[in-house]
C-alpha cells in the first residue's frame, strides 16, 4: 500500500504544473508558484500518514511536487513548440 501513497506528490506535481502552465503569470510569480508547492506538499505527506514516520518526509514531498511540476511545465513547453514548428 506504501508505494501506492508516493503517487500523491507526483500527481500534485502534474496537476500544478499543467496549471500553472497554462494560468501561470510572469516570472513575479514565482513565489505563489513556491508557495503551492509547499502547500500542495505538506498535504500529500499529511494525507499519506508519512509525517508520523519522520518530519524529512515533508522536505522530501515538498520537492518532489516542485521538480515534478516544473519538468511537466518543460515538458508542455516542449511539446508546444514543437507542435507550432510541424504546423
Known amino acids: 500500500m506504501e508505494t501506492l501513497i508516493e503517487i500523491f506528490p507526483f500527481a500534485f506535481g502534474v496537476l500544478l504544473g499543467l496549471t500553472w502552465a497554462r494560468f501561470g503569470g510572469p516570472k513575479a510569480w514565482r513565489i505563489q508558484w513556491g508557495v503551492a508547492c509547499v502547500a500542495l506538499g505538506a498535504f500529500a505527506t499529511f494525507a499519506s500518514g508519512e509525517w508520523r514516520l519522520s518530519p524529512f518526509y515533508f522536505l522530501f514531498?515538498?520537492?518532489?511536487?516542485?521538480?515534478?511540476?516544473?519538468?511537466?511545465?518543460?515538458?508542455?513547453?516542449?511539446?508546444?513548440?514543437?507542435r507550432r514548428r510541424q504546423s
Do not use: P
Not at 511536487?65 to 513547453?77: D, N
Open 61 to 82: 514531498d515538498m520537492l518532489l511536487v516542485a521538480i515534478v511540476s516544473a519538468a511537466t511545465q518543460l515538458a508542455l513547453h516542449y511539446w508546444q513548440r514543437h
